[in-house]
């Protein structure tokens, strides 16, 4: 139910889905000669849409997720099991090309292979089932599979985690997987959303050391017009608007005991 209602709140409050709802609903109104509120409903919509796609707000506030958690200065000598959480590869031409394409969280994998060669005694644990309602892919976890495995990580040190729609199912069903001797759990994930991440597997009882990537700003950016590319500007918006209320969520809810965890 969680997550259902999740994927339908989102698809409603969304930048792009706000800025349409303002506008029907403002020419709803001059329609019905409310004109005055009306207009004052696309004005909303103008400035919601100026301000996630033709300026920084985006990288403004991601930027304090990004930067609550740094990768370790001090390596650990030994690694048990590396987790990476799902979100890095698209669903839909990875499962009917029978690929591994990545989206932009790309470097999610690009880390966990680089640690997997770092640790080779190290298990990979590949946490992600489908993220579509209907569930008509695969899981991401044998679409990461198949990247690791084509790029030389033997199959039998993986062990996919196949179930999880979202990060509170991430850490419950990767804790039944996990044994208390693994020793050092390293978790990867999004930057943006290392601090959500870290919170729920403390709450479910896993240590974890975090290894962020996949960076979206460069952590000190101020506020300003920015039109170079305004899909980048809202797309970045968007994911630290979702997070910050995932943060929110997760908290009320009870699936984190902070509402914004910190090392």
Do not use: C
Not at 86 to 113: F, H, K, V, Y
Not at 117 to 138: C, D, H, I, N, W
Not at 147 to 159: P, Y
């Amino acid at each position: 139910m969680f997550f259902s209602l999740s994927k339908l709140f989102w698809l409603l409050v969304q930048p792009t889905s706000l800025v349409l709802l303002l506008v029907l609903g403002g020419l709803a109104l001059v329609f019905w000669r409310r004109r005055r509120t009306g207009l004052a409903a696309l004005a909303i919509a103008a400035i919601i849409q100026f301000l996630v796609g033709f300026t920084s707000l985006g990288y403004v506030i991601i930027q304090p997720l990004e930067n609550r958690f740094q990768v370790p200065s001090t390596a650990p000598e030994t690694v048990g099991t590396i987790i990476v959480l799902g979100g890095a590869t698209m669903a839909r031409p990875s499962t009917a090309r029978g690929i591994a394409e990545l989206n932009q969280a790309g470097d999610r994998l690009a880390t966990t292979l680089w640690l997997a060669r770092q640790y080779p005694e190290a298990k990979v644990m590949l946490s992600r089932g489908g993220g579509f309602l209907m569930g008509e892919t695969e899981s991401e976890a044998e679409t990461m599979a198949r990247f690791l495995t084509n790029l030389g990580v033997a199959e039998d040190r993986l062990i996919l985690e196949e179930e999880s729609r979202n990060t509170a199912e991430n850490a419950s069903l990767s804790r039944a997987a996990l044994n208390e001797e693994d020793g050092v759990v390293v978790l990867v994930t999004s930057a943006f959303h290392m601090p959500r991440s870290v919170g729920i597997f403390r709450q479910q009882g896993i240590e974890v050391l975090a290894w962020p990537t996949d960076y979206r700003s460069a952590g000190d950016q101020g506020m300003a017009i920015d039109i170079a590319n305004p899909n980048q500007n809202l797309e970045t918006a968007t994911i630290a608007m979702r997070e910050w209320i995932g943060l929110l969520a997760y908290h009320w809810t009870g699936r984190t005991s902070e509402f914004l965890p910190a090392p």
